[in-house]
């Protein structure tokens, strides 16, 4: 098998990963915050790390698992923004933590925008119900923290 196919098979298995971690970030958000807090960062970076066989990949679970411990609710409206917005960033740069030790700024550009962006537009304005928001806020987190990892190796 060629290295492009190679690729392409460890992106698919990451979107099964972004899948789990999202679904079990969503499920701690209801109940059993060990999900979201400790499980699926555990799973994001044991899988970047294997797959990529880089242990640096390891750094991403403690930061996610951190990020993912900060409280955003508010009642007024500037106080969701700043909330969201703190809390965004926190995300963007666990996902990225990789990107920005090796200084590739580009995928932490890309993070900021969609992870900020969601967690505010989302967030605070409410578009869809809450767990159709947590779950969609997630899978953009770790779609940023999983698919830009994932090394190409020829």
């Known amino acids: 098998m060629n290295a492009e196919k190679k690729h392409q098979l460890k992106l698919l298995a990451g979107l099964v990963v972004v899948v789990v971690c999202s679904g079990l970030y969503a499920w701690g958000g209801m109940e059993m915050k060990f999900l979201r807090r400790f499980i699926a960062p555990t799973i994001c970076a044991g899988f970047l790390a294997i797959i990529n066989r880089d242990p640096l990949q390891l750094i991403k679970a403690p930061l996610l698992g951190a990020s993912s411990s900060l409280g955003y609710g508010a009642d007024l409206l500037w106080a969701k923004i700043a909330k969201r917005s703190y809390c965004g960033l926190a995300f963007c740069l666990s996902a990225s933590s990789d990107h920005i ?54």
């Open 101 to 154: 030790i090796r200084r590739k700024w580009v995928p932490v550009i890309f993070s900021f925008i969609s992870i900020v962006g969601v967690f505010i537009l989302y967030g605070v304005f409410n578009p869809i119900q809450a767990r159709g928001e947590e779950t969609f806020i997630a899978a953009i987190i770790y779609m940023n923290a999983i698919l830009p990892s994932i090394k190409y190796k020829e």
